[in-house]
């Protein structure tokens, strides 16, 4: 299907959005119009839009006994492998729709969830815009440009490895991984309750990966030669805190903070993994706490532990570092010795605290 344009995001009412001064004699006629006896109703809406110097959605909203309230949109989000569904409001039929990059697709379901089938050749995880017009039943449309991911059904295992949440230029943070197994990295969201309170701080376009490898997410992009390594050549970054890992760049400048609930999402919710941090210096506030009550309910930290991370002693070259345990609990966590930062290879194993 090619795509000729994007339009901008719009919503309308089935009728025009004017201003009216007369709606006297609007009520009057419609009462003329229900009468059994009037023959002509052409001629009394005709009368109307005569006398009334303008029409009013208003208005005419009352005389036809429909509803200009358009259509709302929630979210879209990919259900299957080559399905895509959009969630509205109410119910609404697609007028059209457009995709970049182009492809074939087809509405499978109307309704307050619309299901789009599509055929793409890219890989999962990849960025696709939808530029959907849609309508109810009331002839209200709703324009929406919304970005998504297709479908990846290959993510892989992994831990959170590494942490640094203090900054002396170049020096930036950052969040490491470990891979556990091969797979596909796209659409993964990272999260830092503390900094952004629901929306992802990083989502990774598609990456092939193996087992074993370090994958770590920088916070600030302060530098040029910054480049995030999607391909198989992991010295593509020239940034003074590039590792010899696989690297991923921020854009901009985002502020790790010590007291944090880190955690990576895949496409259907799931916490892959998660860490509670706390530090002295930043409270324990109600976004981290409710992220914190999240990674409890999926498993992804020991309810009992009652305890997060304590960060304090954390510098830029005394990282937060995982041991060689994984029971979803602040015991498996120290921090590193003086000097002991290792982003992009194993952990040093001399502690600090």
């Not at 502020?255 to 880190?262: E, G, R, V, Y």
């Not at 954390?314 to 990282?319: G, I, L, N, P, Q």
Request: a neutral charge.
């Amino acid at each position: 299907m090619k795509r000729n344009r994007i339009r901008p995001v719009r919503q309308s009412a089935g009728l025009p959005n004017r201003s009216c001064k007369i709606l006297r004699p609007l009520r009057v006629l419609a009462e003329v119009v229900r009468k059994p006896k009037f023959p002509n109703n052409f001629i009394v809406w005709l009368a109307a839009l005569m006398i009334c110097s303008c029409s009013t959605e208003t208005a005419l909203q009352r005389l036809l006994g429909i509803s200009a309230a358009a259509p709302v949109f929630y979210g879209c989000k990919t259900s299957a492998e080559g399905e895509v569904d959009f969630l509205f409001s109410s119910a609404v039929k697609v007028v059209s729709m457009y995709f970049d990059p182009p492809m074939e697709a087809e509405a499978l379901t109307q309704g307050e969830t619309v299901k789009i089938r599509y055929e793409t050749s890219q890989p999962g995880g990849s960025k696709i815009t939808a530029d959907l017009l849609v309508e109810d039943k009331d002839r209200n449309t709703l324009n929406i440009l919304v970005n998504f991911r297709t479908r990846n059904n290959r993510m892989p295992d992994f831990v959170i490895n590494e942490i640094r949440t203090s900054y002396s230029k170049p020096k930036v943070e950052f969040i490491e991984l470990k891979t556990l197994q091969a797979g596909n990295l796209g659409a993964l969201r990272l999260f830092a309750a503390y900094d952004k309170e629901k929306e992802a701080i990083f989502e990774f376009p598609p990456v092939e990966v193996k087992a074993g490898e370090y994958v770590v997410v920088h916070s600030r992009s302060i530098e040029s030669g910054l480049v995030d390594e999607t391909g198989t050549t992991l010295t593509e970054s020239k940034g003074t805190d590039a590792s010899s890992g696989r690297d991923f760049w921020i854009p901009g400048v985002l502020k790790l903070h010590s007291t944090n609930a880190i955690y990576a999402m895949d496409q259907d919710n799931r916490i892959i993994d998660g860490v509670l941090l706390v530090n002295s210096k930043y409270p324990w506030k109600e976004p981290v706490a409710a992220a914190a009550s999240l990674l409890v309910s999926q498993g992804a930290w020991a309810e009992g532990d009652g305890e997060a991370v304590n960060s304090d002693g954390e510098s830029v070259t005394r990282t937060i570092c995982r041991g060689s345990r994984d029971s979803n609990s602040s015991s498996d966590w120290y921090i590193t010795v003086t000097s002991g930062a290792t982003p992009g290879r194993p952990n040093n194993p001399g502690r600090y605290r």
